[in-house]
C-alpha cells in the first residue's frame, strides 16, 4: 500500500510539519481535506507561529487569548500573500490632517488644534481627540497659534512632539504627551525638555524611555556630529542625574533614511550610518556600515558599543545613483533579530545599466570584551592588522594619512540580496523615474518592495481623471525548493546484488548538486504587479481611483507632495498641495490602504456583505468618519461590471 501524508499518524505529521517554513505548511494544508485537518489543529498551528513569526502582532494577539492560534496563522499568510501580491484588502480616507505619524497601527496626526489618535488595527475602540491648546500653554507663555508643532515619534502610547515659536528661535520645546485612553487632559503632558537646539531633530521612544537627537554637535575635526540625550518616562526607570549627552564621535551622515538611520529595539538604541569617515579616501575599496548601540538605561560609565566593520560593499562593485539609495532597520518577525534594510540602485561592475537592489544585513557587534568599542578611531587604518588588499598597485600609492578600508569580497548570498526584476532581469514591468516615485519601502517579512507611483498612463483618456493616479508597485519573491523544478533526480543505482535474494540497497543521491558549498537558499520571483487597475476596468476600480486620489483642497493646482509610512500590514499616507510658502499648515487627506482583512473593517453590522460598502462611521461622539471606502470584493463581480 502506497504511503501518502495523510494517511501518517499525526504525531508524525505534527515532526514533519514542525521542521517545514511558514509557507510549506499552510500550502500543505490548502492540498486536501485531511491535511486541511492539520491546520484545526491548535497545538501545530501554536508551533508553527512560535517556531516562524513569535514577534508579529498576531503571534502577541494569539497568547493573549485574544485570536486562537490558527486565526493567527490564517492571518499572516493571507496578510503577506496579500502584500506580495499586490492585492489590498481594504483602501479608506480615514481623515484630513496637516502631519502623522504611523506605528503599532495606531495613526496620530494634526487636525486643527488638536491631535487625533486612531487605532485602525483595532477598530472597536473609539478615537480619541486631544486638544493641544491646554498642553501648550502650561508650558510656553505663548499659545499654540503662534508656534509650530511637529510630530516626532510615537510608541507605546507615548507621542513626542517639538513646539517651535514661528519666526523666533525662542521655546524650542521637545513634549512627550500620553495618548492613552481615560486620562485626564490635565495629566497628558508627560514630559518636557527645553532644547538648545533643534537641527535635524528627531526623537525615539518606548514606553519608559524617550531618546532625541540634533546634529549639533561639533567634532574635533570640525565636522557636525550627532548628539543624542535621552530621559525616562516612568519612576521605574531612570536614567542617572548628570548623565551628559551623548555625541557620536566619528559618526558620519546626516540624511535621515539615507545615510543615518536610528531606531529603538529591545532594550537598546541604535545608530546606523552607511559611512565609516567623514572624508572620501582617494584610495578605497571596501564601504563598511557603521552601527553603535547603548542600552536605554544608560550611564555615564557604559559607553555604547561599536561597530564599524558590517560588511557593505566593494567601492568595484560600481557606482550608486544616490538619489535612490534607502536604509532603514528593520526587526525580523521571525527571530527579532534588527536588520539593516538598504536598498542602492547601481551601476553593476560599471556597466550602463543601473539596477536597484534590495540588501539585508544583520547587525551584531563584536563581544564586548574586545576593547575596540570606546575611543578607538573608527576607521581602521592600514596599520590596523590585515586591512588592505595583497597584490593591488594602488597600495603603493598610499599616502600616510590615509584611512584607507579593505576587506576581503564577501560572497553575496541571495538570502540577502533582493534584485527589483529578480536574478534574470527579464520582468517586462515598467520603470518609473524617481519623480513619479512618491514613496518606497521594502518589508523584510513579506520579502517586497512597495513603491508608490504616480501613473500618467493608467487613467488617461478619462477626463475626471485626468491628473496621474496614485499606484502601487510591488514586487516580492518567496522562498523557493532548494532544487530548481528541472533539477534531474540521478536514478538511484541498484546497489550489485547478483542473486537477486538479499533486498535491493539504493545509494542515496546527495540532496545538493555540490554538497561543498554552504545550502543557499533559492527564490522565486512573483512579477512586478500593479494595483489598482485602471479606472475604467469595472466601477469598483473606478470607486478605488478616487479613494487613492482624493481631491485637495482648492487652488493647489501646484502639485502635490506625499507622505507615507508601510509597515507589514499597511500603507498610510497623507497628500497635501505642494508646499505653498507662508501658509505652512496646508493639511490633506489621510489614507489607509490595508493588506489585512482584519482591519480597516468599518462596524456596519453587515459583516459579509462587505463589497464596496460606503459607509461613514458616527459611532456616538466620536468625529472620526471613515469617509470613503472600498473593500476587496469577488473578482467575478469585478468582471461582470457588478462589483459596485
Ligand atoms: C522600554 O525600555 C526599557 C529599558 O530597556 C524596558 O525596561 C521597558 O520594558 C521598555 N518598555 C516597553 C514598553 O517596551
Ligand atoms: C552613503 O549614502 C549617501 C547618500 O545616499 C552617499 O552619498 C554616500 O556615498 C554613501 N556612502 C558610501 C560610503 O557609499
Ligand atoms: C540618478 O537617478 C536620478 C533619478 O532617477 C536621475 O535623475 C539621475 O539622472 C540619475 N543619475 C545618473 C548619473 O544617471
Ligand atoms: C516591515 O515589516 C516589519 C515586520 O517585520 C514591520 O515592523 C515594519 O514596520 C515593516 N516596514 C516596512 C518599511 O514595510
Given at each position: 500500500?502506497?504511503?501518502?501524508?495523510?494517511?501518517?499518524?499525526?504525531?508524525?505529521?505534527?515532526?514533519?510539519?514542525?521542521?517545514?517554513?511558514?509557507?510549506?505548511?499552510?500550502?500543505?494544508?490548502?492540498?486536501?481535506?485531511?491535511?486541511?485537518?492539520?491546520?484545526?489543529?491548535?497545538?501545530?498551528?501554536?508551533?508553527?507561529?512560535?517556531?516562524?513569526?513569535?514577534?508579529?502582532?498576531?503571534?502577541?494577539?494569539?497568547?493573549?487569548?485574544?485570536?486562537?492560534?490558527?486565526?493567527?496563522?490564517?492571518?499572516?499568510?493571507?496578510?503577506?500573500?496579500?502584500?506580495?501580491?499586490?492585492?489590498?484588502?481594504?483602501?479608506?480616507?480615514?481623515?484630513?490632517?496637516?502631519?502623522?505619524?504611523?506605528?503599532?497601527?495606531?495613526?496620530?496626526?494634526?487636525?486643527?488644534?488638536?491631535?487625533?489618535?486612531?487605532?485602525?488595527?483595532?477598530?472597536?475602540?473609539?478615537?480619541?481627540?486631544?486638544?493641544?491648546?491646554?498642553?501648550?500653554?502650561?508650558?510656553?507663555?505663548?499659545?499654540?497659534?503662534?508656534?509650530?508643532?511637529?510630530?516626532?515619534?510615537?510608541?507605546?502610547?507615548?507621542?513626542?512632539?517639538?513646539?517651535?515659536?514661528?519666526?523666533?528661535?525662542?521655546?524650542?520645546?521637545?513634549?512627550?504627551?500620553?495618548?492613552?485612553?481615560?486620562?485626564?487632559?490635565?495629566?497628558?503632558?508627560?514630559?518636557?525638555?527645553?532644547?538648545?537646539?533643534?537641527?535635524?531633530?528627531?526623537?525615539?521612544?518606548?514606553?519608559?524611555?524617550?531618546?532625541?537627537?540634533?546634529?549639533?554637535?561639533?567634532?574635533?575635526?570640525?565636522?557636525?556630529?550627532?548628539?543624542?540625550?535621552?530621559?525616562?518616562?516612568?519612576?521605574?526607570?531612570?536614567?542617572?542625574?548628570?548623565?551628559?549627552?551623548?555625541?557620536?564621535?566619528?559618526?558620519?551622515?546626516?540624511?535621515?533614511?539615507?545615510?543615518?538611520?536610528?531606531?529603538?529595539?529591545?532594550?537598546?538604541?541604535?545608530?546606523?550610518?552607511?559611512?565609516?569617515?567623514?572624508?572620501?579616501?582617494?584610495?578605497?575599496?571596501?564601504?563598511?556600515?557603521?552601527?553603535?548601540?547603548?542600552?536605554?538605561?544608560?550611564?555615564?560609565?557604559?559607553?555604547?558599543?561599536?561597530?564599524?566593520?558590517?560588511?557593505?560593499?566593494?567601492?568595484?562593485?560600481?557606482?550608486?545613483?544616490?538619489?535612490?539609495?534607502?536604509?532603514?532597520?528593520?526587526?525580523?518577525?521571525?527571530?527579532?533579530?534588527?536588520?539593516?534594510?538598504?536598498?542602492?540602485?547601481?551601476?553593476?561592475?560599471?556597466?550602463?545599466?543601473?539596477?536597484r537592489t534590495f540588501y539585508t544585513q544583520e547587525i551584531t557587534f563584536p563581544p564586548s570584551s574586545t576593547p575596540c568599542s570606546q575611543?578607538?578611531?573608527?576607521?581602521?587604518?592600514?596599520?590596523?592588522?590585515?586591512?588592505?588588499?595583497?597584490?593591488?598597485?594602488?597600495?603603493?600609492?598610499?599616502?600616510?594619512?590615509?584611512?584607507?578600508?579593505?576587506?576581503?569580497?564577501?560572497?553575496?548570498?541571495?538570502?540577502?540580496?533582493?534584485?527589483?526584476?529578480?536574478?534574470?532581469?527579464?520582468?517586462?514591468?515598467?520603470?518609473?523615474?524617481?519623480?513619479?516615485?512618491?514613496?518606497?519601502?521594502?518589508?523584510?517579512?513579506?520579502?517586497?518592495?512597495?513603491?508608490?507611483?504616480?501613473?500618467?498612463?493608467?487613467?488617461?483618456?478619462?477626463?475626471?481623471?485626468?491628473?496621474?493616479?496614485?499606484?502601487?508597485?510591488?514586487?516580492?519573491?518567496?522562498?523557493?525548493?532548494?532544487?530548481?523544478?528541472?533539477?534531474?533526480?540521478?536514478?538511484?543505482?541498484?546497489?550489485?546484488?547478483s542473486k537477486g535474494k538479499e533486498p535491493l540497497r539504493y545509494e542515496v543521491p546527495p540532496l545538493l548538486p555540490s554538497s561543498k558549498?554552504?545550502?543557499?537558499?533559492?527564490?522565486?520571483?512573483?512579477?512586478?504587479?500593479?494595483?489598482?487597475?485602471?479606472a475604467n476596468a469595472c466601477p469598483c476600480a473606478a470607486r478605488l481611483h478616487g479613494i487613492l486620489n482624493p481631491p485637495l483642497p482648492?487652488?493647489?493646482?501646484?502639485?502635490?507632495?506625499?507622505?507615507?509610512?508601510?509597515?507589514?500590514?499597511?500603507?498610510?499616507?497623507?497628500?497635501?498641495?505642494?508646499?505653498?510658502?507662508?501658509?505652512?499648515?496646508?493639511?490633506?487627506?489621510?489614507?489607509?490602504?490595508?493588506?489585512?482583512?482584519?482591519?480597516?473593517?468599518?462596524?456596519?453590522?453587515?459583516?459579509?456583505?462587505?463589497?464596496?460598502?460606503?459607509?461613514?462611521?458616527?459611532?456616538?461622539?466620536?468625529?472620526?468618519?471613515?469617509?470613503?471606502?472600498?473593500?476587496?470584493?469577488?473578482?467575478?463581480?469585478?468582471?461582470?461590471?457588478?462589483?459596485?
Open positions: 500500500m502506497p504511503r501518502t501524508l495523510d494517511r501518517l499518524p499525526f504525531d508524525v505529521l505534527f515532526c514533519i510539519a514542525s521542521s517545514l517554513t511558514f509557507d510549506d505548511i499552510v500550502s500543505l494544508s490548502l492540498t486536501c481535506r485531511q491535511l486541511r485537518l492539520l491546520l484545526n489543529e491548535g497545538t501545530l498551528c501554536r508551533r508553527t507561529i512560535e517556531t516562524h513569526v513569535s514577534y508579529s502582532k498576531e503571534a502577541k494577539l494569539a497568547q493573549e487569548k485574544k485570536i486562537t492560534y490558527r486565526d493567527a496563522v490564517q492571518r499572516i499568510y493571507e496578510r503577506r500573500e496579500a502584500f506580495a501580491k499586490a492585492s489590498p484588502s481594504s483602501a479608506s480616507i480615514l481623515g484630513h490632517g496637516s502631519a502623522f505619524l504611523y506605528k503599532q497601527g495606531i495613526l496620530c496626526y494634526i487636525s486643527g488644534s488638536s491631535i487625533r489618535v486612531v487605532d485602525i488595527h483595532a477598530s472597536s475602540s473609539a478615537p480619541r481627540t486631544i486638544e493641544l491648546s491646554p498642553i501648550i500653554s502650561s508650558v510656553v507663555s505663548a499659545g499654540l497659534a503662534d508656534g509650530k508643532i511637529s510630530l516626532l515619534s510615537y510608541s507605546d502610547e507615548i507621542l513626542a512632539l517639538h513646539y517651535e515659536r514661528k519666526a523666533k528661535s525662542v521655546d524650542n520645546w521637545l513634549l512627550a504627551i500620553s495618548t492613552k485612553a481615560d486620562t485626564p487632559d490635565a495629566e497628558r503632558l508627560v514630559t518636557k525638555i527645553e532644547l538648545e537646539s533643534s537641527s535635524k531633530l528627531f526623537a525615539r521612544n518606548n514606553a519608559s524611555f524617550l531618546y532625541y537627537g540634533t546634529h549639533s554637535g561639533v567634532g574635533t575635526h570640525g565636522h557636525h556630529e550627532w548628539r543624542i540625550d535621552g530621559v525616562s518616562l516612568d519612576a521605574e526607570h531612570a536614567i542617572p542625574a548628570g548623565t551628559p549627552p551623548l555625541q557620536l564621535e566619528n559618526f558620519v551622515g546626516s540624511d535621515m533614511g539615507s545615510t543615518v538611520a536610528f531606531e529603538i529595539h529591545d532594550n537598546y538604541f541604535y545608530a546606523l550610518s552607511n559611512q565609516t569617515s567623514f572624508d572620501v579616501e582617494e584610495v578605497d575599496w571596501t564601504s563598511f556600515y557603521h552601527c553603535v548601540r547603548f542600552p536605554l538605561e544608560r550611564t555615564s560609565s557604559n559607553a555604547p558599543e561599536t561597530n564599524d566593520r558590517i560588511y557593505r560593499r566593494q567601492h568595484a562593485e560600481g557606482p550608486i545613483n544616490d538619489s535612490w539609495t534607502d536604509m532603514s532597520m528593520q526587526a525580523d518577525e521571525s527571530t527579532n533579530a534588527l536588520t539593516i534594510v538598504e536598498s542602492r540602485r547601481e551601476w553593476k561592475d560599471g556597466g550602463s545599466q543601473q539596477t575611543t578607538s578611531s573608527p576607521a581602521v587604518g592600514p596599520s590596523a592588522g590585515p586591512a588592505l588588499p595583497p597584490d593591488d598597485p594602488f597600495v603603493a600609492l598610499l599616502a600616510s594619512d590615509n584611512n584607507a578600508h579593505w576587506a576581503p569580497t564577501q560572497r553575496r548570498y541571495e538570502r540577502f540580496t533582493h534584485p527589483e526584476y529578480g536574478p534574470d532581469l527579464n520582468d517586462p514591468a515598467r520603470a518609473f523615474i524617481l519623480a513619479r516615485t512618491k514613496l518606497r519601502a521594502y518589508n523584510l517579512s513579506c520579502r517586497s518592495f512597495i513603491d508608490f507611483v504616480e501613473d500618467d498612463k493608467c487613467c488617461s483618456g478619462k477626463p475626471i481623471y485626468a491628473a496621474p493616479c496614485l499606484r502601487l508597485r510591488i514586487g516580492s519573491r518567496r522562498l523557493g525548493p532548494a532544487l530548481p523544478d528541472d533539477y534531474e533526480q540521478p536514478q538511484p543505482q541498484p546497489a550489485v546484488s558549498s554552504a545550502p543557499e537558499d533559492c527564490f522565486d520571483y512573483a512579477p512586478i504587479t500593479m494595483w489598482p487597475p485602471p482648492a487652488g493647489s493646482a501646484y502639485g502635490k507632495t506625499l507622505v507615507g509610512v508601510v509597515d507589514e500590514r499597511s500603507l498610510v499616507y497623507m497628500l497635501r498641495p505642494a508646499r505653498s510658502y507662508g501658509d505652512d499648515d496646508a493639511g490633506g487627506p489621510i489614507v489607509l490602504i490595508s493588506f489585512d482583512r482584519a482591519i480597516g473593517r468599518v462596524r456596519t453590522g453587515e459583516e459579509g456583505a462587505n463589497d464596496g460598502v460606503d459607509s461613514v462611521m458616527g459611532d456616538g461622539g466620536s468625529e472620526i468618519q471613515i469617509r470613503s471606502r472600498w473593500v476587496a470584493g469577488r473578482a467575478e463581480a469585478c468582471r461582470d461590471g457588478t462589483c459596485c
